[in-house]
């Protein structure tokens, strides 16, 4: 199976900072990645699919980019709402792995 | 507006089966792939099964394989997810997710408020 890593597990940021997360493919997905959004106590929220395409209603500081093995998503100027865990998964195939989370914290 | 409902959740002792529903509404349910992903309390997500719009090819995790099954009621627009022979790992947050194909790619684009399943005697 394909594994999914994410860095940094965590991150301490301000409001206005420019975020950046990055995940690895075991292998190569070509551009099948997807980005999600979750906060605590409710459900993941699909913010990036196929690398790079912003899903409707996402805010556009919101950027996915990579393709092959690397990913990153970028968050460019971190709002309030933006506190959240962020996941990746591999949407190549069954089994749809998962990344282990980035969560961003307010510094 | 897409909505996903999830029951069917609860407390239930290690060895005994529960099924889980996801009430689906808000699109053509018999066309769009369907699946399920869960969350151990403080853990991460992790994908558990899906399934085709006609029912007829349905995934795994190596996790749940052999013990849970995937299934769907496109006449009752809902999803199923059959559990048997749970385990103390199982407990988690069940999550049903729709499945937006774009390409090659399956994304998760609409996602239910899920239901806890907590296994423990």
């Known amino acids: 199976d394909i594994q999914m890593t994410q860095s940094p597990s965590s991150v301490s940021a301000s409001v206005g900072d420019r975020v950046t997360i990055t995940c690895r493919a075991s292998?190569?997905?070509?551009?099948?990645l997807a980005w999600y959004q979750q906060k605590p106590g409710k459900a993941p929220k699909l913010l990036i699919y196929a690398a790079s395409s912003l899903q409707s209603g996402v805010p556009s500081r919101f950027s996915g980019s990579g393709s092959g093995t690397d990913f990153t998503l970028t968050i460019s100027s971190l709002q309030p709402e933006d506190f959240a865990t962020y996941y990746c998964?591999?949407?190549?195939?069954?089994?749809?792995?998962f990344g282990g989370g980035t969560k961003v914290e307010i510094k | 507006e897409v909505q996903l409902v999830e029951s069917g959740g609860g407390l239930v002792q290690p060895g005994e089966s529960l099924r889980l529903s996801c009430a689906a509404s808000g699109f053509t349910f018999r066309i769009d792939a369907m699946t399920w992903v869960r969350q151990a309390p403080g853990k991460g997500l992790e994908w558990v099964s899906g399934?085709?719009?006609?029912?007829?090819?349905?995934y795994y995790a190596d996790s749940v394989k052999g013990r849970f099954t995937i299934s769907r009621d496109n006449s009752k627009n809902t999803l199923y997810l059959q559990m048997n022979s749970l385990r103390a790992e199982d407990t988690a947050v069940y999550y049903c997710?729709?499945?937006?194909?774009?390409?090659?790619?399956?994304?998760?684009?609409?996602w239910g408020q899920g239901t806890l399943v907590t296994v423990s005697s």
């Open positions: 399934i085709s719009g006609s029912g007829n090819s349905t």
């Open positions: 998964q591999q949407a190549n195939s069954f089994p749809s792995i």
């Open positions: 997710a729709k499945i937006y194909y774009y390409r090659a790619g399956s994304f998760f684009d609409h």
């Open positions: 292998q190569t997905i070509s551009r099948w």
